[in-house]
């Protein structure tokens, strides 16, 4: 999420008009958004984010214009929120250790794998089609990006294998390469987890 804060040109730092830095859920270690109403309460989950902002932000745009191109992002970006992230998820890493006792290397592996597959589904979704650019859908960062970088951070946290995954590491090296991303990676940020 602030990847698209800084995209939009909200910093986890200081806030636009309507938005406040963002914050802790009150139920779960997921990012939520306050806005500044305090009567308000806080955006939860990611993607429900990007897309108020993008709604609230709309320049630059973190979609397509057309609506094709808005559900070829939607789609990458889901299999990534969906698909990849809930497995990768420090609370489920910490339940399959604690609650199952399974052991370190086998949580590991079994990580590895479903983080594995799922940038495989990625890398085909964006390898040899037309409106991959530069990033996942065109020249500019949006949404889709937005979702793909910190799932290479994990990644290689947790030492996955992504040598066959050559489009999506090309456009994570795009990211790293924007003011946005560069400077709201993990190690730049104190309130990284």
């Known amino acids: 999420m602030r990847w698209a804060l800084w995209i939009c040109g909200t910093s ?3 806030a636009r008009p309507g938005v406040s830095p963002w914050q802790k859920r009150p139920v779960a270690a997921l990012p939520a958004l ?3 109403d305090p009567a308000a309460a806080p955006l939860t989950q990611s993607l429900a984010i990007i897309e108020y902002l993008e709604e609230t932000h ?13 559900a070829r992002v ?13 497995l990768d998820n420090l609370r489920v ?7 199952l006792k399974v052991a370190d290397d086998d949580k590991n592996r079994w990580y590895r794998h479903w983080v594995e597959t799922g940038l495989d589904v990625v890398e085909r979704q964006l390898a040899g089609h037309a409106a991959t650019g530069r990033f996942c859908h065109g020249d500019t960062p949006g949404l889709a990006d937005c979702v793909l970088v910190p799932q290479i951070f994990n990644a290689r946290r947790m030492d996955c294998r992504l040598d066959h995954v050559p489009t999506v590491m090309r456009i994570f090296e795009a990211c790293m390469a924007e003011p ?5 990676q993990p190690s730049a940020c104190p309130d990284a987890t």
């Open 74 to 86: 939607r789609a990458i970006a889901l299999d990534i929120a969906c698909e990849i992230h809930p």
């Open 180 to 184: 946005a991303f560069a400077s709201t």
């Open 58 to 70: 709309p320049e630059p745009p973190l979609l397509p214009k057309d609506a094709a191109g808005r």
């Open 12 to 14: 986890t730092q200081s």
């Open 93 to 99: 890493l910490r339940y399959l250790q604690g609650e």
């Open 34 to 36: 306050a806005l500044d």
